[in-house]
T-cell receptor, first 116, second 109 residues
Framework: GAVVSQHPSWVICKSGTSVKIECRSL??????MFWYRQFPKQSLMLMAT?????????EQGVEKDKFLINHASLTLSTLTVTSAHPEDSSFYIC????????????FGPGTRLTVL | GQNIDQPTEMTATEGAIVQINCTYQ??????LFWYQQHAGEAPTFLSY??LDGLEEKGRFSSFLSRSKGYSYLLLKELQMKDSASYLC??????????WGAGTKLIIKP
């Protein structure tokens, strides 16, 4: 089956530092990947749509200069949280759309970010 | 605008049956998904409906009525491990998923 990995699974960092999260589709190609954020007891919030070889599309209210997305290959997208602050602490989840079937997204296991 | 509605929370008894409803209004429709999400984990796929009718998969079934903009997820023979949030999502005309807020299902012994 389609597998998506995320790395790291959890990270603790100091305020002001930058954190990079990787999302990989392991056995399929994904032109499009999605980045979500989820705060405790809340639903998934789509942050941005990542497109291979082009700029990401950000949802309203998401700062593109703070959440840098790079989708350099058909199997890898990265999200960098720049100058992280405690309010950025959240569960970040990526998903990837299989190029062979637009109708399903496969989710990574998520990355829990804690900013001290 | 686009909108997905589902109940915030439901409670059911172990061994019983529960139905979680979802209504939607979206720009275009390319299918409806149900996902299960346990606390602290990513969502896992349960079902996909694109045509009207009932899809059965073991203890879980999902129903769709496109004309009514309505779906439900039916869980039978409830087990304690079914305690989770259940997310309804619709694929719109751009194949982007529009998410409901999720229904927290609490199973009591």
């Amino acid at each position: 089956g389609a597998v998506v990995s995320q790395h790291p699974s959890w990270v603790i960092c100091k305020s002001g530092t930058s954190v990079k999260i990787e999302c990989r589709s392991l056995d399929f190609q994904a032109t499009t990947m999605f980045w979500y954020r989820q705060f405790p007891k809340q639903s998934l919030m789509l942050m941005a749509t990542s497109n291979e070889g082009s700029k990401a599309t950000y949802e309203q209210g998401v700062e593109k200069d703070k959440f840098l997305i790079n989708h350099a290959s058909l199997t890898l997208s990265t999200l960098t949280v720049t100058s992280a602050h405690p309010e950025d602490s959240s569960f970040y989840i990526c998903s990837a759309r299989d190029n062979r079937d637009y109708n399903e997204q496969f989710f990574g296991p998520g990355t829990r970010l804690t900013v001290l | 605008g686009q909108n997905i509605d589902q109940p915030t929370e439901m409670t059911a008894t172990e061994g019983a049956i529960v139905q979680i409803n979802c209504t939607y209004q979206t720009s275009g429709f390319n299918g409806l998904f149900w996902y299960q999400q346990h606390a602290g984990e990513a969502p896992t796929f349960l079902s996909y409906n694109v045509l009207d009718g009932l899809e059965e998969k073991g203890r879980f079934s999902s129903f769709l009525s496109r004309s009514k903009g309505y779906s439900y997820l039916l869980l039978k023979e409830l087990q304690m491990k079914d305690s989770a949030s259940y997310l309804c999502a619709v694929s719109d005309s751009n194949y982007q998923l529009i998410w409901g807020a999720g229904t927290k299902l609490i199973i009591k012994p």
